[in-house]
């Protein structure tokens, strides 16, 4: 009987190779562990959104821009038809500023998943909900 045929010798190359598939393994969790741990405090977009309103009436095609100074975000998008507007904004909490068509703004304070801000025209000023 041939070494490479030997029962015996295969169990045996197979032992030699579980230490090596543990590391791997181990190398995988530890890989899995650290990366929930940091990359929910790299830059990942929240999402702003909301509705806006003038004088009760939704505002469809108004542009909305939002300011984060400390982030240095800034974006313009326009409401769609039912008023409605989304931003894949800064990750993180800080101070924002947004305005409608150039108007006066309001200021708020982002989350680290989803703000909702949303905003009422009254006596052309612009006020949140």
């Given at each position: 009987m041939k070494k490479d045929q030997c029962f015996n010798h295969r169990e045996i190359k197979s032992n030699n190779d579980r230490p090596a598939r543990t590391g791997k393994i181990k190398a995988g969790i530890y890989l899995l562990i650290i990366s929930s741990i940091f990359l929910p405090h790299l830059s990942i977009a929240s999402e702003i959104y909301g509705r806006v309103s003038n004088n009760g009436t939704v505002?469809?095609?108004?542009?909305?821009t939002i300011k984060c100074p400390d982030s240095d975000y800034r974006d313009t998008k326009s409401t769609d038809k039912n008023g409605v507007y989304r931003f894949a904004g800064p990750s993180g909490e800080e101070k924002c500023s947004i305005s409608v068509n150039g108007s006066n703004s309001v200021t708020f304070f982002t989350l680290k998943?989803?703000?909702?801000?949303?905003?009422?025209?009254?006596?052309?000023?612009?006020?949140r909900r």
């Open positions: 505002l469809s095609g108004a542009n909305i998943r989803r703000t909702r801000v949303n905003l009422k025209i009254s006596n052309n000023k612009l006020q």
